[in-house]
């Protein structure tokens, strides 16, 4: 079955950086794009980065500069390399797949269990 399992979340001062990974199982890594989320507490999930199976990527507004997706296909997993971190960057991040599923003709998202990274001083 699809498993998303991240790591390397944790505690950050302002200005400091950390570098999340997903090691993904279950369906063919290369085929699919890959993406990160992030949930604030109180607040909606909102998508983070993409990376598509050309590696093209895509970063919302609020981390342009600062964030970078990654891919190994190789290992079958994606990173997201997080500098200058603010204490807005605070929330549990999740990686997410989204993959075809033929059975229903339909798009599945499934996702990590996620991973707390809390920026304060």
């Known amino acids: 079955q699809v498993q998303l399992v991240e790591s390397g979340g944790g505690l950050v001062l302002p200005g400091g950086s950390l570098r999340l990974s997903c090691a993904a199982s279950g369906f063919t890594f290369s085929s699919y794009a890959m993406s990160w989320y992030r949930q604030a507490p109180g607040k909606q999930r909102e998508l983070v980065a993409t990376?598509?199976?050309?590696?093209?990527?895509n970063y919302a507004d609020s981390v342009k500069g600062r964030f970078t997706i990654s891919r190994d296909n190789a290992k079958n997993e994606v990173s997201l390399q997080m500098n200058s971190l603010k204490p807005e960057d605070t929330a549990v991040y999740y990686c997410?797949?989204?993959?075809?599923?033929?059975?229903?003709?339909?798009?599945?998202?499934?996702w990590g269990q996620g991973t707390q990274v809390t920026v304060s001083s």
């Open positions: 990376i598509t199976l050309g590696g093209s990527t």
């Open positions: 997410n797949a989204r993959l075809w599923d033929g059975s229903f003709g339909t798009w599945r998202d499934y």
